[in-house]
């Protein structure tokens, strides 16, 4: 399929390529990167862009690669008048997504004490399939939960005041309709709360590195103020909860297709008028699941704030526990775009994606706003993370998104025949790296070799500018599922 070019980092496949296109698709990238995009990724994004009511292009990110549906790292605007929704464009694990927790604290004072603030963690954070929370949910204080998302922890003790202005959408999203939740989807996540899952779901403590500050204004702004500081990162999302919701829609879209006349070219497309009753009925549970990802990280934040203060036997407010942000990569959202010169409301599916909003824009914190929304891209457990801010560049041309993460390059299964789960925790452990690992499986999944180069897609969007660096940091200890 012939890609074009259009500018550094850009790559275009016209409407004149696959029958059915409606806008153009575009690749974002280096060289090397588009070199070893998987084709799939391709044929997904051009498929995305049949379908009915997408605005100006789809577009795929740096990190992209082959999922369902659409492909991880796409992203893709439709009109809220005759346009689509998807939960292929939105994924499986609904607002899954990274929180960046600061401390006070530095790299000479935490490493001594790294292997009890693991286990401490270990412990408090359950990790792995089927694991179940401390917080005990009934089916009334579970939809409260999907209504209320952060709120609802803020109200019962699980977080501060604070935490909520340093979330994505103040950790709630408005929308939520409980009632078009199923039974199935509420057994699976009712006992969830506060868990970590498995796959690619990780929490590390980590470092900033103090000769990798690109931008010492806007990291200031973010809180990072000492050398070698120490960081928390969390990704996870809604786990079995928002599986089971997108699991159902898909069933239902698959049906009703026929009567709203659409026609797709994968079944794994599946789609609903996002004004018809269905597409109406999948947002408001999309937005419990949302919701419910939202409360999982904070009750995550508490555990990770009671497992410092244990460890340290200091308060966690001395320690400066504060959340630099917390951001969704699977999920779609109503938002204000241009449009052919006209502010339009879109409904923009971002799936392995992340939001990048520029400075001074309003739906940026107020505490952030004079420097642009946090960015926090997670790496491989063998290379490190990035945190980096919202430029207009990416307001302009890719509806406020970025790349969430390395992405990878290998299947699940091609990396568990390369690498032994035990032989990568002792090359770690050599490195100086504390790890804590549900499975062996599971931790051979995650290998490093998996994934993309960290580096090379960051600097990719720094360069086109889509999102800016601030600072890297690097990976002391690793829990994984």
């Given at each position: 399929m012939q890609m074009n070019k259009i500018q550094e980092g850009i790559w275009e496949i016209p409407i004149t390529e696959k029958e059915g296109m409606r806008v153009p698709a575009r690749i974002l990238g280096s060289e090397k990167l588009i070199e070893i995009m998987d084709k799939g990724v391709i044929e997904q994004i051009t498929n995305v862009a049949c379908l009915p009511g997408i605005q100006k292009q789809a577009l795929c990110m740096p990190d992209g690669h082959w999922g369902y549906g659409f492909p991880i790292g796409g992203v893709a605007a439709f009109s809220t008048?005759?346009?689509v929704i998807s939960p292929g464009g939105i994924g499986f694990d609904i607002?899954?997504?990274?929180r960046l927790i600061r401390t006070g604290l530095t790299l000479d004072e935490v490493k001594p004490k790294m292997n009890a603030l693991m286990d401490a963690l270990f412990k408090m954070v359950p990790a792995g399939v089927g694991s179940s929370g401390s917080v005990k949910l009934n089916a009334n204080t579970f939809?409260?939960?999907?209504?209320?998302?952060?709120?609802?922890?803020?109200?019962?003790?699980?977080g501060w005041q604070e935490d909520r202005d340093r979330i994505e959408e103040s950790g709630h999203m408005k929308g939520a309709n409980p009632?078009?939740?199923s039974q199935k989807a509420i057994s699976r996540g009712i006992d969830q709360l506060g868990t970590l899952g498995s796959g690619?779901?990780?929490l590390e403590i980590q470092v900033g590195l103090t000769d990798q500050i690109y931008d010492p204004d806007i990291a200031k702004v973010y809180g990072i103020t000492i050398p070698n500081q120490v960081f928390i990162m969390v990704h996870c999302g809604s786990r079995g909860f928002g599986h089971q919701?997108?699991?159902d829609y898909l069933q239902t879209f698959l049906s009703s297709m026929n009567k709203h006349g659409l026609k797709i070219l994968d079944r794994e497309l599946a789609c609903a008028p996002f004004n018809s009753q269905e597409g109406q009925d999948y947002f408001g549970a999309m937005v419990c699941a949302a919701n419910s990802a939202f409360a999982n990280r904070q009750v995550i934040t508490h555990r990770i704030r009671e497992a410092f203060s244990e460890v340290f036997k200091r308060d966690p407010k001395e320690m400066e526990m504060h959340i630099i942000y917390d951001v969704a990569?699977?999920?779609?959202k109503l938002e204000k775009h241009d449009i052919d010169g006209e502010q339009k409301e879109v409904i923009v599916h971002r799936k392995g994606a992340t939001r990048s909003f520029p400075p001074n824009n309003q739906?940026?914190?107020?505490?952030?706003?004079?420097a642009g929304q946090p960015v926090i891209v997670g790496g491989s457990m063998e290379t490190g993370s990035y945190l980096l801010s919202g430029t207009q560049k990416a307001q302009d041309t890719t509806f406020g998104s970025t790349c969430h993460g390395a992405g990878r390059v290998m299947s699940r299964t091609e990396a568990k025949r390369r690498v032994r789960g035990s032989d990568l925790r002792q090359k770690m452990t050599d490195r100086g790296m504390v790890v804590r690992a549900v499975s062996m499986s599971g931790l051979a999944e995650e290998a490093g070799l998996a994934y993309k180069d960290i580096d090379e897609v960051v600097n990719a969007v720094d360069s086109i500018g889509i999102s800016k660096k601030v600072i890297q940091l690097r990976p002391l200890g690793s829990i994984k599922g």
């Open positions: 008048k005759d346009g607002n899954c997504g990274v939809k409260e939960v999907m209504t209320k998302g952060v709120d609802w922890c803020i109200e019962n003790g699980y009632a078009k939740v690619n779901h990780y919701i997108a699991t990569h699977n999920i779609a739906d940026v914190p107020e505490i952030y706003r004079e």
